[in-house]
């Protein structure tokens, strides 16, 4: 497992995390040499199960879980909780730290050689599993996730401000060329699945009606849209330049409370928003502020520059007929 990986500068880190860091970065290090092999590797998207959530699993997710899971055992992570795991696994039990993770985000994306990641979050252990990870996504110790393209990248924060490092495919060595990722406070870029329109809730509805009703519209300029289907991607791009991402709750069965999990995706990530400048929220209230009530709990999730995600907080504030009134009678979507 990749034992040459190193990182370039380790100032930024905390000791007590940095034989952790570098556990994920042994392990992600290979699973990007996987990811690069395609179909030379085998079918890593081949379906093989179904996770507690419902959510289809492939090759390539259990392979990630299993190498994550091995290579930490050998740090001081006590608890182990995995988006592919019913139930927290303990690794040490002499650990003193808890970590969750999304070990292949965006696996439907697998075959089709687009971006996708692994998304992880550190907690101080606590004596009770569950209870390690049922608490205010505010108490974590760091967040962040690996990007498999192209590049392969780490962006990740401990609480003080947002790094980025890229690893060189020679040397394989992560290197930081960004200490303090910053998102513009504007943007005309929005991320989000068109498809479930209809299943939205009336203030998303107007907020992106609003957006594609152009320099038309209340926001007096056009805008685009953007959907790639792995949240590391997006994320990733929104960090880049700036753009907001909702993926609302919505009216089918089991969307009532939104499709991303609290713990493996929106808390790291809220995080990472939040160091570097932006917001993130479940339309309304800051992920930062709530916690996940069990341990594959989901919400709603809205992030990215400030001013748009601030935007459709207010959305949420308006009655509903005039966030209804806000784009007007014609539109794309509008009947």
């Not at 997006?234 to 609290?262: A, C, N, W």
Request: hydrophobic share 40%.
């Amino acid at each position: 497992m990749g034992k040459n990986v190193s990182i370039e500068n380790t100032s930024g880190i905390p000791a007590s995390l940095l034989p952790v860091m570098m556990a994920l970065c042994r392990v992600s290090e290979k699973l990007a040499q996987t990811i690069a092999d395609g179909e030379l590797s085998g079918n890593l998207g081949e379906a093989v199960g179904t996770n507690l959530g419902g959510d289809g699993q492939k090759a390539l997710d259990l392979i990630a879980d299993d190498a994550y899971a091995v290579e930490l055992k050998s740090t001081g992570v006590r608890w182990y909780a995995s988006e592919e795991q019913d139930d927290v696994v303990e690794l040490n039990p002499m650990g003193d730290l808890a970590l969750a993770i999304d070990p292949l985000d965006g696996s439907s994306n697998i075959d089709v050689n687009v971006s996708i990641g692994s998304i992880f979050s550190i907690f101080n252990a606590k004596d009770d599993a569950n209870e390690s990870f049922l608490r205010p996504a505010e108490e974590q110790l760091a967040g962040g996730y690996f990007i498999y393209g192209p590049q392969t990248g780490l962006v990740v924060t401990f609480g003080n401000g947002t790094l980025k490092f890229l690893m060189d495919s020679r040397t394989r060595e992560f290197i930081c060329v960004d200490q303090n990722v910053r998102i513009p406070k504007d943007t005309i870029e929005y991320a989000v699945n068109a498809s479930n329109y209809r299943h939205w809730p009336q203030p998303i509805r107007a907020y992106v009606d609003d957006c594609i009703s152009g320099t038309d519209g209340p926001f007096g300029r056009d805008h685009n849209m953007r959907w790639v289907a792995s949240l590391v991607a997006e994320t990733h791009r929104i960090l880049s330049r700036g753009g907001v991402f909702l993926y609302p709750q919505d009216s089918r069965k089991g969307y009532h409370r939104g499709r991303l999990r609290m713990i493996y995706e929106c808390a790291p990530i809220a995080f990472l928003i939040e160091q570097a400048g932006g917001k993130a929220t479940d339309g309304i209230d800051p992920i930062l502020d709530l916690q996940a009530d069990e341990l594959h709990g989901r919400t709603p999730f809205v992030f990215g520059s400030t001013n748009s995600v601030e935007k459709i907080t207010n959305y949420h504030d308006l009655p509903e007929k005039e966030a209804a009134a806000l784009f007007g009678k014609s539109g794309l979507f509008r009947k």
